[in-house]
């Protein structure tokens, strides 16, 4: 059975700018949550969908936004890049959203 | 409320030894506590997870040890080996709906298993 997939690896952007990263869950998974790493805040609940439904938010700025598709694959956008939000980004998937998720290996993000 | 608590923040073990690992949390509605192994360049890949109506759970060389009056769950590494040397990261979800996909994590070890 394939892992989660994220694309792209890595990520070069400049402030202001904005992004997209994609997430290809375990299939059959129809939860999928996103996660901010970095080393100070370590990790961090960005929020989760589930048949395209997002069920849950953590506390981050309204410039983080997701969606899910109906095959579930789900993307992440961050508007109007800030330094700070250099980061790993992690994708996971699971089958209802509250036990066993499964991460991908994440997207790099580096704001210049 | 929300707070896991990890410690120690690094930790060296000899080739062989056991590697304990502590989290503490003050959430009482958390009911589900999986540990967490990352080596560089991956994401987290889950180990084992137990939830509170047990006091013990073993896999393999990994074992979880949970105490539900003191609110505080260990990993322990038995046999500890160099291929062992990751960053762990015990976590806690509760029930509910405002809980789905939402794990919070503690800040992680930096185990390094000496040959």
């Known amino acids: 059975k394939a892992g989660v997939t994220q694309t792209p690896r890595y990520l070069i952007k400049t402030r202001g700018q904005q992004v997209t990263l994609s997430c290809s869950p375990i299939s059959g998974h129809r939860s999928v949550s996103w996660y901010q790493q970095t080393p100070g805040q370590g990790l961090q609940f960005l929020f989760e969908y589930f048949s395209e439904t997002q069920r849950n938010k953590g506390n981050f700025p309204g410039r983080f936004s997701g969606r899910q598709f109906s095959n579930s694959r789900s993307e992440m956008n961050v508007s109007t890049l800030e330094l700070g939000d250099s980061a790993l980004y992690l994708c996971?998937?699971?089958?209802?959203?509250?036990?066993?998720?499964?991460f991908g290996s994440g997207t790099q993000l580096s704001v210049l | 409320q929300q707070q896991v608590k990890q410690s120690p923040q690094s930790l060296i073990v000899q080739k062989g030894g056991i590697s304990i690992i502590n989290c503490a949390y003050e959430?009482?509605?958390?009911?589900?506590f999986p540990w967490y192994q990352q080596f560089p360049g991956k994401g987290p890949a889950l180990l084992i997870a137990i939830r509170p109506d047990v006091s013990e759970k073993k896999e393999g060389r990994f074992t979880i040890s949970f105490n539900k009056s003191a609110k505080q769950f260990s990993l322990h590494i038995m046999d500890s080996q160099p291929g062992d040397s990751a960053t762990y990261f015990c976590?806690?979800?509760?029930?509910?709906?405002?809980?789905?996909?939402?794990?919070?994590f503690g800040q992680g070890t930096i185990l390094t298993v000496h040959p």
């Open positions: 976590a806690a979800s509760s029930a509910g709906g405002t809980s789905y996909g939402k794990l919070t």
């Open positions: 996971a998937s699971s089958l209802s959203g509250r036990e066993k998720l499964f």
């Open positions: 959430n009482t509605a958390f009911d589900y």
